[in-house]
């Protein structure tokens, strides 16, 4: 089957510049990620802070430029299209932030907050379709009508994340990219909204990208999930595969982590010694290698190749 986005030697660098403005070296913060995204599944991208998650989402939506790689929707190289192709394609691809409050106007009432992607995009011929569509989009994340003339402080956070996702919905997205989306939320409200997603990709035949951190949130919703190590892919594999029988040293260290729910099966957690190192010089050969507890030499020298293990299981390890 053909995938729907296909992510090719993804990298993102970010120039650290001197007081004079000459870069000095860079952040390599997505250094080569290749994966794709399959009509209608949600991929689950894991992996601690500063991996490169988040960078990989708002790079794919051009939000940040790539400084490698390509891009393909549909079979069609988005970074290579030109800017008008590109906004057009681009439309298709939104995205669900951790914090929607940080990007809606305080000012502005949630209506039009609402309708603002509907104007930039000219869908609704007249002032009253758009209106009707906010109205739809209201009721579709499940919020009454008479919100539409309230200001974003006056909802919860739960709200403001389904005003997040309408927003998203406004243009009828094929794929969303959701950065985080019930990180900031309450136990709670997280699976009120996680619900919601699911319902909403059921009934729109939405493919998403879930980006979290949090490892059971992300198996509840996946159907495949990657994990990101310092901007590096290190394995792929179908949910319950990689939960059950993680492969890479990395992952069985962040799934070690994982409390049991059987109180009687002891787990043995895997502690990961030193810290993360820094994303502008990355170890040589595997970046894990620092801390991987079972080196070898050749893993200073060496950069692993991604190897497929079994059907749709990939990792990227010289043991492996
Ligand atoms: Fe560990 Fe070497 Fe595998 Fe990297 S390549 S994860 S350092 S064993
Ligand atoms: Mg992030």
């Known amino acids: 089957i053909e995938p729907l986005l296909h992510v090719e030697g993804l990298k993102t660098y970010f120039p650290i510049r001197s007081p004079l403005g000459k870069t000095v070296n860079y952040v390599k913060a997505v250094d080569n990620i290749s994966f794709h995204l399959f009509d209608g599944e949600t991929y689950g991208l894991v992996g601690e802070s ?132 019930v990180s900031a939320l309450d136990v709670s409200i997280q699976s009120q909204v996680i619900n919601l997603l699911q319902e909403v990709q059921q009934q729109r035949g939405l493919t998403y990208l879930f980006i979290a951190h949090d490892l059971s949130v992300v198996r509840h919703i996946s159907d495949r999930v990657g994990v990101m190590y310092l901007g590096n892919l290190v394995e792929e594999a179908p949910t319950e595969e990689l939960y059950s029988d993680p492969l890479h040293p990395y992952t069985r260290a962040l799934m070690s982590a994982i409390p049991s729910p059987n109180p009687n099966v002891k787990k043995e957690r895997i502690i990961l010694k030193g810290e993360i190192p820094s994303p502008i010089n990355p170890p040589s050969g595997c970046v894990f290698h620092p801390r991987c507890p079972v080196a070898m030499d050749r893993c200073k020298k060496e950069v692993p190749e991604k190897r497929e293990i079994s059907s749709k299981h990939f990792v990227t390890c010289h043991l492996i």
């Open 50 to 181: 500063g991996c490169g998650k988040s960078t990989t989402g708002r790079t794919i939506l051009q939000l940040i430029e790539p400084t490698g790689g390509e891009l393909y929707y549909h079979g069609e190289n988005i970074f290579k299209a030109d800017i008008k192709r590109r906004r057009e394609l681009t439309k298709e691809l939104q995205m669900v932030f951790q914090d929607p409050y940080s990007s809606l106007n305080p000012k502005k009432r949630i209506g039009s907050a609402l309708e603002e992607p509907l104007r930039i995009h000219e869908i609704g011929k007249s002032q009253k379709e758009r209106t009707e569509i906010v109205l739809q989009l209201l009721h579709q994340v499940g919020l009454q009508e008479d919100y539409y003339y309230r200001f974003p402080h006056e909802f919860s956070g739960g709200q403001r994340q389904r005003i997040g996702l309408a927003r998203a919905l406004a243009v009828s997205p094929k794929v969303i990219i959701c950065d985080e989306p």
